[in-house]
């Protein structure tokens, strides 16, 4: 009887859970959000500040105000530097286009002379049919989608007020937050001493940052090999490519073979070998790097089995849309830990 008990109030507390946080990132995240990425910026900040308090004796506010400068003085310097490699990058591609319509065309054409003669059809036709699907997309991007995208500029400019908006009350939260960080750390710190309370902020807070700091390391560790690979083969657009790849891997169904296992095996056909070779074995290095290296960053403080990670992340996906990548995992480790100190 008493089993039965506690195995009821287990998936009460569990169904409760479940709706409470369902609803928290339905209604209420996006008004909570700024000052989230405060207090996460104001924790990483704060080491800082207290070194520039103590060690130099400067005022609390002032070292506050310093750190929060070179800290935003840095990040946008290299977000420029970066944005400058993306951006040439991007001109010489586009500079290129042409020369890479004309292979692409080239390729498409002899795709289309081999199903021509795989289905014993006379030439040309499937050519046709491609070049037909082309004329009728290129037609409602014309009628539906331009005059869409028009109509809804002056609600892209308002997004980006509001953006900005954001930005400037994330940062002046930042501020507030950094000065009295120490007032805070006591008032957590009291949580914790808390029965219940405690034994979920902990779990909370170890589960969030373990997760956050493996998958930011993970995807440089990974953007760094990549874009060190394409340069060996000379690829012009390696650093691009290795950011935007690397992004790619953080989602577990796309990941890095979506990309490269395609085009390495289209330059194996080509006859372009060391590429192809190199790009497959990109594959390999970072899908071994990822099995090594996440269990150890994380250190088994979340113990999520890789199914049950991937559900979390296509249910998020199915109930936030693209957040839910982020929101999923999240909704999983706030459950579990509530979970685990029920069963406690």
Same mark, same amino acid.
């Given at each position: 009887m008493a089993e039965e008990k506690r195995?009821?109030?287990?998936?009460?507390?569990? %169904?409760?859970? /479940?709706?409470?946080?369902?609803?928290?990132? +339905?209604?209420?995240?996006?008004?909570f959000l700024p000052l989230i990425i405060a207090?996460?910026?104001?924790?990483?900040?704060? =080491?800082?500040? +207290?070194?520039?308090?103590?060690?130099?004796?400067? =005022?609390?506010?002032?070292? #506050?105000?310093?750190?929060?400068?070179?800290?935003?003085?840095?990040?946008?310097?290299?977000?420029?530097?970066?944005?400058?490699?993306?951006?040439?990058?991007?001109?010489?591609?586009?500079?290129?286009?042409? /020369?890479?319509?004309?292979?692409?065309?080239?390729?498409?054409?002899?795709?289309?002379?081999?199903?021509?003669?795989?289905?014993?059809?006379? +030439?040309?036709? #499937?050519?046709?049919? /491609?070049?037909?699907?082309?004329?009728?997309?290129?037609?409602?991007?014309?009628?539906e989608v331009l005059p869409a995208l028009t109509a809804r500029t002056l609600e892209l400019a308002a997004g980006t %007020?509001?953006?900005?908006?954001? /930005?400037?009350?994330?940062?002046?939260?930042?501020?507030?937050?950094?000065?009295?960080?120490?007032?805070?750390?006591?008032?957590i710190a009291y949580w914790k001493t808390l =029965?219940?309370?405690?034994?979920?902020?902990?779990?909370?807070?170890?589960?969030?940052?373990?997760?956050?700091?493996?998958?930011?390391t993970l995807v440089a560790v990974i953007a760094t090999v990549i874009t060190v690979g394409l340069l060996c083969i000379g690829n012009p657009y390696a650093l691009l490519l290795g950011v935007v790849i690397a992004i790619f891997d953080a989602f577990p169904m796309l990941g890095t073979g979506i990309i490269m296992v395609p085009w390495g095996i289209i330059r194996l056909l080509a006859g372009d070998y060391f590429a192809g070779i190199v790009l497959i074995l990109l594959f390999v290095i970072c899908q071994i790097l990822r099995e090594v290296l996440e269990p150890k960053l994380l250190g088994g403080k979340l113990g999520i089995h890789p199914a049950t990670a991937l559900m979390a992340i296509y249910i998020g996906i199915r109930l936030f849309g693209v957040a839910g990548v982020i929101l999923g995992p999240a909704g999983l480790i706030i459950i579990r830990s509530v979970m685990g100190v029920c069963e406690e």
């Amino acid at each position: 009887m008493a089993e039965e008990k506690r195995y009821g109030k287990t998936v009460l507390v569990g %169904a409760v859970t /479940v709706l409470i946080v369902y609803l928290g990132f +339905r209604y209420l995240l996006s008004l909570f959000l700024p000052l989230i990425i405060a207090f996460a910026f104001a924790l990483l900040l704060s =080491p800082v500040v +207290r070194f520039w308090h103590r060690k130099l004796r400067l =005022p609390v506010v002032f070292a #506050s105000g310093l750190t929060l400068f070179f800290f935003l003085g840095g990040f946008l310097w290299g977000l420029v530097w970066l944005g400058r490699k993306l951006s040439e990058q991007l001109v010489a591609f586009f500079q290129n286009f042409s /020369v890479y319509e004309e292979y692409v065309t080239e390729q498409i054409d002899d795709i289309c002379r081999g199903c021509d003669r795989l289905f014993g059809m006379t +030439r040309g036709t #499937s050519m046709s049919m /491609v070049e037909r699907g082309m004329t009728t997309l290129l037609e409602r991007i014309q009628t539906e989608v331009l005059p869409a995208l028009t109509a809804r500029t002056l609600e892209l400019a308002a997004g980006t %007020a509001v953006i900005l908006g954001a /930005v400037l009350i994330t940062l002046v939260l930042t501020l507030l937050l950094l000065k009295d960080m120490e007032q805070i750390r006591k008032k957590i710190a009291y949580w914790k001493t808390l =029965p219940t309370l405690g034994k979920v902020l902990q779990q909370l807070i170890r589960s969030g940052f373990a997760y956050l700091r493996t998958q930011a390391t993970l995807v440089a560790v990974i953007a760094t090999v990549i874009t060190v690979g394409l340069l060996c083969i000379g690829n012009p657009y390696a650093l691009l490519l290795g950011v935007v790849i690397a992004i790619f891997d953080a989602f577990p169904m796309l990941g890095t073979g979506i990309i490269m296992v395609p085009w390495g095996i289209i330059r194996l056909l080509a006859g372009d070998y060391f590429a192809g070779i190199v790009l497959i074995l990109l594959f390999v290095i970072c899908q071994i790097l990822r099995e090594v290296l996440e269990p150890k960053l994380l250190g088994g403080k979340l113990g999520i089995h890789p199914a049950t990670a991937l559900m979390a992340i296509y249910i998020g996906i199915r109930l936030f849309g693209v957040a839910g990548v982020i929101l999923g995992p999240a909704g999983l480790i706030i459950i579990r830990s509530v979970m685990g100190v029920c069963e406690e």
